[in-house]
Antibody, heavy 122, light 107 residues
Framework: EVQLVESGGGLVQPGGSLRLSCAAS????????MNWVRQAPGKGLEWVSY????????YYADSVKGRFTISRDNAKNSLYLQMNSLRAEDTAVYYC???????????????WGQGTLVTVSS | DIQLTQSPSFLSASVGDRVTITCRAS??????LAWYQQKPGKAPKLLIY???TLQSGVPSRFSGSGSGTEFTLTISSLQPEDFATYYC?????????FGQGTRLEIK
């Protein structure tokens, strides 16, 4: 079964840091590009970041550029999001999402993890 | 950035109804559009990609059409499990963007 499981969310003060992880199983992780997408409470979906299968290509939303860093470890079947200088507006459920097909990017997101909640508050 | 505007933002319908949701892009995006369904407390689920390709396992009552700047998601006969929020998403260029969502509720 293809599965993505996020972890690492929690409560952090403004200006603080947090590292999210996404553990992948049931497919050849190293063949797929990956993304992070977030959803603020009661709001819509916002794409955060993209990383290619080999980590050679990375993109960020302007709202997180310079503060967030996406990375992956194909040997550990894991995706990461290092979040620094966190702001209240970063409060959201963060989802990792796999590209639909290999040899992308196609940037059709399927499947998604269950999400991990990040709350930035003093 | 490419803006996606969905209409309506809220839709009330009955089981068995045919419903259509529209997504308009601020510039042409060819057929680089997907549709997702999200239920409360759950992750989004891919329904349609490349404007009209039905994702594996998705019921055939869902269909998508359009190209360029105007796209539609149609549900031919609403089932109780279809009441959810629907989002369109473009992958024509970065940043990838989503529509604001259409909440479909039971009348």
């Amino acid at each position: 079964e293809v599965q993505l499981v996020e972890s690492g969310g929690g409560l952090v003060q403004p200006g603080g840091s947090l590292r999210l992880s996404c553990a992948a199983s049931g497919f050849t992780f190293s063949s797929y590009s990956m993304n992070w997408v977030r959803q603020a409470p009661g709001k819509g979906l916002e794409w955060v970041s993209y990383i290619s299968s080999s980590s050679s290509t990375i993109y960020y939303a302007d709202s997180v550029k310079g503060r967030f860093t996406i990375s992956r470890d194909n040997a550990k079947n894991s995706l990461y999001l290092q979040m620094n200088s966190l702001r209240a507006e970063d409060t959201a459920v963060y989802y990792c999402a796999r590209d639909l097909m290999v040899r992308g990017p196609y940037n059709w997101f399927d499947p998604w993890g269950q999400g991990t909640l990040v709350t930035v508050s003093s | 950035d490419i803006q996606l505007t969905q209409s309506p933002s809220f839709l009330s319908a009955s089981v068995g109804d045919r419903v259509t949701i529209t997504c308009r892009a601020s510039q042409g995006i060819s057929s680089y559009l997907a549709w997702y369904q999200q239920k409360p407390g759950k992750a989004p689920k891919l329904l349609i990609y490349a404007a009209s390709t039905l994702q594996s396992g998705v019921p055939s009552r869902f269909s998508g059409s359009g190209s360029g700047t105007e796209f539609t998601l149609t549900i031919s006969s609403l089932q109780p499990e279809d009441f959810a929020t629907y989002y369109c998403q473009q992958r024509n260029s970065y940043p990838i963007t989503f529509g604001q969502g259409t909440r479909l509720e039971i009348k």
